[in-house]
């Protein structure tokens, strides 16, 4: 499974930049797609996430500003990042989580990277 994100970038705060995470295989045989962050110094942390059947899940530091969602048609996911704040500013991975009996598989991009300069 290859996950290749696009749409990172430099932006000033309260600016907006969308994220694309282009999977290889159908996304709908995933269970959920997600997008993490990494900002230096600091764990991976979840940032949103959608199912199969397109529930939604935020961060607290986010709701309200990203949305996550996807299209199945053209096997993609998008975040858009509205009001961007500084402390927005890291790399961003797109995921993909594949559950198996009791085995769950993630998948994950090479990260793009976003700057909120303040």
């Known amino acids: 499974v290859q996950l290749v994100e696009s749409g990172g970038g430099l932006v000033q705060a309260g600016g907006s930049l969308r994220l694309s995470c282009a999977v290889s295989e159908n996304i709908f045989r995933f269970n959920a797609m997600g997008w993490y962050r990494q900002a230096p110094g600091k764990q991976r942390e979840l940032v949103a996430t959608?199912?199969?059947?397109?529930?939604?899940n935020y961060a607290d530091s986010v709701k309200g500003r990203f949305t996550i969602s996807r299209d199945n048609t053209k096997n993609t996911v998008y975040l858009q990042m509205n009001s961007l704040k500084p402390e927005d500013t890291a790399v961003y991975y797109c995921?993909?989580?594949?559950?198996?009996?009791?085995?769950?598989?993630?998948?994950w991009g090479q990260g793009t990277q976003v700057t909120v300069s303040s």
């Open positions: 959608i199912t199969s059947g397109g529930i939604t």
């Open positions: 995921n993909a989580q594949l559950v198996k009996w009791t085995n769950t598989y993630m998948y």
